[in-house]
């Protein structure tokens, strides 16, 4: 029992570490990436290509002085950048980075919760809590511009997560399970993205407005809302919002990564198991680059176009995948 609680606490801290790290690179290769696509430096001041800039950015939100509205509900204001931050860091706790290693004179799973038989069940669970964090942001500021921001987001969310949800059942039909490693394991021939092309151009599409990036970013849409739901934010509240924000989307790339892309499998992981974790970081870091590319190639929707592209197109389009799927799964296995 005490190997099992080390252990868990050690993977615990590693996810943490991975996470705010990744979070804090994430923010130079997105300037980065969208300064070579117009034409800019990007950041290369502060270290070697600009690579302390993260380190600087934090240190300056970090001794920012933070301010509370007069007429803000104090409790709930400071809860909310938590709430927000928490299941994004919670999903990974079930979505593997490799297979089992010899370590330590033990074999260790490369999953914080190796044994979770619905863990796609538990994903979707999770990643719906962070849409409270969002609402009480913008109601306890006591300020007009968070509270639309947090109602956009409230309605944008729940919209776009039931499309999620079925481009992600689709894939549970293919792989027959909810457990998320034997997903992995079902695409040691062919991938996920070459048998549900459709559930994942839907995944793409709903993933990017559920992290509300660009162009679903509504619910902070400066010309409009000043910021939306973390206006009246700054010091460090600001900044959990913020990783918040980029550590979901390496969540939900990882996760995409996972279901659609082979997660750790690759040539020669099977002889070699430590490539497991270099495939799956390297297809998580594609499909953020994506995330980025859509960003610096797509103007942002209007809302109205945006909840009804997600109800009345994306929602029947993924239903209509599931049907499909479960009917030619119904005719194979009949055969």
Do not use: C
Request: glycine share 8%.
């Amino acid at each position: 029992m005490a190997d099992f609680l080390i252990e868990a606490i050690v993977k615990s801290l590693l996810i943490f570490a991975v996470a705010m790290g990744g979070f804090a690179y994430a923010t130079w290769i997105e300037r980065k990436f969208l300064a070579r696509l117009q034409m800019r430096y990007g950041p290369n001041r502060a270290g070697k290509f600009g690579l302390l800039q993260p380190v600087a950015d934090g240190l300056k939100l970090f001794f920012k002085e933070e301010l509370t509205p007069a007429g803000a509900d104090k409790v709930i204001f400071t809860l909310a950048p938590i709430v927000t931050l928490l299941p994004a860091l919670l999903v990974f706790a079930v979505i593997p980075v490799g297979s089992k290693i010899y370590l330590f004179g033990a074999e260790r799973n490369l999953v914080l919760a190796p044994d979770v038989n619905v863990g796609v069940l538990y994903i979707l669970a999770v990643t719906s809590i962070a849409v409270y964090g969002i609402t009480m942001a913008g109601w306890s500021s006591n300020n007009k511009y968070a509270l639309l921001g947090g109602l956009r987001s409230t309605a944008q969310m729940i919209s776009y997560e039931l499309a999620m949800g079925l481009s992600i059942l689709s894939v549970v039909l293919t792989a027959g399970t909810l457990n998320v490693q034997k997903i992995v394991e079902a695409q040691h021939n062919v991938w996920f993205i070459f048998l549900q092309p459709f559930a994942f151009i839907f995944y793409l599409i709903t993933a990017t407005a559920e992290v509300n990036r660009a162009p679903f970013d509504l619910p902070e849409a400066e010309q409009e809302l000043t910021a939306g739901y973390h206006t009246e934010y700054s010091g460090m509240k600001f900044a959990l919002f913020f990783a918040a924000e980029y550590i979901k989307m390496i969540a939900v790339s990882a996760l995409g990564a996972t279901l659609f892309l082979g997660g750790w499998r690759g040539p020669f992981v099977d002889q070699a198991p430590l490539l497991g974790p270099v495939y799956f970081g390297l297809k998580t870091l594609l499909a953020m680059v994506a995330f980025v590319w859509i960003r610096g190639t797509l103007p942002r929707l209007r809302y109205d176009k945006l909840m009804a592209f997600g109800w009345k197109v994306l929602l029947p389009l993924s239903l209509a995948n599931v049907m499909v799927t479960a009917l030619v799964i119904l005719l194979v296995g009949g055969k």
